[in-house]
Every structure is written in C-alpha cells, then in structure tokens.
RNA sequence: CCAGGGGGCCGGGCAGCCGCGUGGGAGGUAACUCUUGCGAGGAAAGUCCGGGCUCCACGAAACAAGGGUGGCGGGUAACGCCCGCCGGACGCGAGUCCAGGGAAAGUGCCACAGAGAGUAUACCGCCGAUGGAGGGCAACCUCACAGGCAAGGGUGAAAGGGUGCGGCAAGAGCGCACCGGGGUUCUGGCAACAGCGCCCGCAUGGCAAACCCCACCCGGAGCAAGACCAAAUAGGGGUCUCGCGCCUAAAGGCAGGAGUGUUUCGCUCCGAGAGGCCCGGGUUGGUUGCUAGAGCGUCGGAGCAAUCCGCCGCGCAGAUGAAUGGCUGCCCCUGCAGCGCUGGUCGCAAGAUACCGGUUGCAGGACAGAACCCGGCUUACAGGCCCCCUGGCACU
RNA sequence: GCGGGCGUAGCUCAGGGGUAGAGCAUCACCUUGCCAAGGUGAGGGUCGGGCGUUCGAAUCGCCUCGCCCGCU
C-alpha cells in the first residue's frame, strides 16, 4: 500500500467536508477517497508565522504522519493536517499520541462538530 | 584601568538511532535495492538599483515623451555601488555625517506678525544744518511746518553684509581698518579646488527633496523567459468596416493594407482577402533551461586604496505541495535556584558566604529557509572573537 | 516574478507646505410626563513608524511596518 500526497487544491476543500478532529498543535481532517488509497496532505497557513515556522511546522507533520500512517491511517483516506499555535512548541511524543487519539476517533466516526460556513459580513443573520 | 572611534570574522560543536533530496557506482526487464559523495545564509529576506541569460521589436539614425543620476578623479561587465581626494557641518580627539550642478534664463512661493518680504520700507524714533514761523539788541533760543535720516526700538525663520573708529544737524560704505563677499592675473594640482597678489564699497535674500534649465544615462518584457515531447480539443459561427486595382504571357514590379512610441529611409508579411467586436469549444502533464560562474582558496606581484594581474590547487545545494528533518546523550555560553564545598575572602575561634572559584538542578541560546544566476544597497539579528586607533587616570 | 493602491477622531472619509476638519457615534444641557427626533455646547488625534529637505511637513524625498488589489 503506498502513501501519496495530496496537492489539487480541490482535494483540500473536499477533506474539509469529512471528519474533523483538533487538538493542540493540530487539526486533523479525514474523509474517505474512493479507494484511492492513504493519502495525505498538510496545510500551514500565512497567520502562523514566517517561512521559517511554517516548514519547520511541515516537516514535524510529516514526521508525524510517516510514524502513524502505516499502522494507524484510515485505508482509502486522505488525511489533512492543520497547523496550529503549539504545533513546534509542543513535544514531539505527546503530539505522537494525540494523533494516535485522533486517528481512533475518526475511524470510530467521532469527530468535532464542522466548521460552519464562514459568511459574509451583510448582517442579514443576527 | 575607564570612556570612546574604525575595520574584519564567527554566529553553536561532537556522537548515536530513525528518515529526506540529489550526483556517481553496482545489481535488477522494471518498480526498486545496496553503496558512496554532497546537501541553505550573512543576510538565502525586502525587491531598492545594476548586469548576465532568454524571448519580443525588421535594422539604423534622429526626435518626442517618461524615468533616473548630479563635487572631482579612479575602480568595475555595469551601477544610484566601492575607493581616494576636494568642499561644507559636527566632535578635545580617533573620526563621523552631507540628494554636494544652476537662484544675474524664466515662472512661482515666502502664511501669521510687521511700517516694510524683494521695484525694499518708515510705525515708534533721531535730526531739523538749510528754508519757514515765533521770541530776543545780539550770541542764540523755541516750534517741528517744509524737509533730511535709517543708527536705535519693535515684528519675523529671514529686514538688502558684520565689528570698530572717523564723519555728520542726525545719519548712512559716506571714508578708513579688519572679517565676509564678488571679479581677476599668476602659481600648484589630471581635476574638483587651494594659495599669493591686485581690483571692486558691495550692485541681484531663501526655496530647485516647487515648476524648471544644464550635463550624462536608459528599447520592452521576464526562467510562469524560452525550447522540445506527449495527450486532448479546435481548425468554427455571427456581425460591422475597408477592399476586390494597374503594367505584364508569366516571373516580377507599382499602387494598397498590416507590423515595430513617432518620423524618415529601409525591412518583413498579406495580396483576394484584411482588420475590429461578440459568441462557442479546448488546455495547466513531462523533459529541458538548471547550475562551471564577473566562481572559491593559498602564494607572489602592481597600487595609498577600491581593485587588477600571474602561478598552483579545488569542484562547492538544485527542491518543485517544494529535500537539508525527528528524537536522544555529552560539551560550550547565559540566567535563576540550591549546597560551605579539600579553594580564595572575612574572622582569634566557632563560623560566615556579598564577591571570585567549585558543584548540582532547571530554563534559555538571535535574525531567519535557496527556487535562473551574479554585483551592490537596505532592513533584521542573542551572544562572542580578533586587529588598529583616540581621550583621560595611575604606575614605571 | 512583475505592477498598483491605501494607512488622518471609536467608524466612514476630506485636507497635496502655514492653527487638523466634516458626517455619524459619545457626553452634558435645553425641549418632553418619558423616549425618539430636533436644538445648543463639549471632549476625543504620536496624521502607521524613523530619518531628512524647509523658517515651518499630515502634505515633499528616502527607508521601514501593516493591509488590500491586479497581471502572469
């Protein structure tokens, strides 16, 4: 089974529909693919930091994933990682283990509620 | 020792386990596996300048527009960069800073205040010699009418050189001395400029980071440039405008249309179609460009220096949702806390511990990530190292 | 990669060298039995930051920070 890596923006905006889970440091999106097999991708925004914080957020996700994927990833899955405030800060091991949470959780169906829509700001609501 | 100035450099080190990218080698039909080498910065950043490279433009010249630069000389591929020098400002000094051409080419602006702000002006003030009026025998006195003045007061960022003496009714470059300014001969210097002398009483304030003038420089776009391969789709429709020319048997020529900021010459294409607008359809893969270049280092030489020249040696990132990471141990530096600890220090001692040293624990270790490549500039940056110089204090 | 714009009172914006302004909002007073509207008045500003040019800078120049928008 390989692992591939997401990168149509498109992919990203449908992982948002699926499942969600966060926890410090991190947000773990996942959403079945079709059979398309493990997939995954990560996402680490402007608001973050520097280009500096930004990769080195990256490559402790990819560190994660590459350690977790294989035994604990969803078949036929992608997996999208958000990038958090604690995400360099937080130690590695903890963080290891609440991806392991995550991940449980989200292939027992269990996930945050979904973000709602963001609108716009007419006021039409409220 | 204290305070300060200039220049250069580093910006964590070693090791282990698990990983990533890429060049070479070996194996394999292949996917891939093994092995070995290499793998972020001084700013990789901001994108503020200058180039290389590539394409566009048909080449050349001139012109227009727009933009930029601005003491002189040198360096350089080039620059708005660097070096040296000149001038000015600041500092006791080492040194630092300066968009540093032109204000008698023209236009414009100088609010408020003030009498007057660029053709200078006269509010307070000073004088009233001369003329006038009055008084007195007269010398002269009074008035401040004519008139004279710009020193003093006051306003302002700035009041049309400054200080002093003379001069005068009072004054004034009115005269003189010094300072400042302008012009000029000569001397030194490649030059900016400097110096000496002579002349001119001085006639024209500031702003050009206001318009502008002068001199010099600049074609446009950017590696998503560009090239190749593969796949897919299309090689359409509508409408408007201008056209279906002349010579010739033909080739070709002329006229015409289109193209490059403009013009001229020239060139290219079209030539029976051309152009504008609207509608519809399709595409976002791979390879290459892609790292050997104004390259880096030692030594020698030229030069005050920037820099240049020569010999020898080295091979030094190439990702593409974007590699250089994750975890751990020891060491280093800093801070905080604990321990009087075979040290120092204080104390006769018991003992004390602010300070130096030792030891243990904890925390922290900057700014920041190549994306075609170079030369600069600018901005950010914990901490540390080296060299040179200045002023002061102490000692020899 | 290339290019453009914005930043001024709590909010929306004027002002382009000579004292920082308007509307809305806030507060006080008047009016009303009370509220709204209306009227009168008041407070509120490092003009994003720094350096320069100028007698004088929100305005001109350079550097810098933040935000927004195009093109490829």
């Known amino acids: 089974m390989t692992i591939s890596v997401l990168t149509k923006r498109a992919d990203f905006l449908l992982a948002n529909k699926g499942l969600r889970n ?7 999106l996942t959403r079945p693919n079709q059979g398309q097999g493990k997939r995954f991708g ?3 925004t402007k608001k973050v930091g520097n280009a500096v914080v930004r990769n080195r957020m ?3 996700f990819r560190e ?3 350690d977790a994927l294989p035994d604990e990833g969803l078949a036929d899955h992608d997996h999208v990682l958000i990038g958090r405030d604690g995400g360099i800060t937080r130690d590695f091991h903890r963080m290891r283990l609440e991806l392991s949470h995550a991940l449980k959780a989200a292939s027992e169906g269990r996930g945050d509620r979904p973000r709602p829509r963001r609108r716009k700001p007419d ?3 409220k």
């Open 42 to 44: 990560i996402t680490v």
């Open 64 to 66: 994660l994933l590459r």
């Open 22 to 28: 966060a926890r410090p440091g991190f947000v773990l």
């Open 123 to 125: 006021g039409a609501r």
């Open 58 to 60: 990256k490559r402790r």
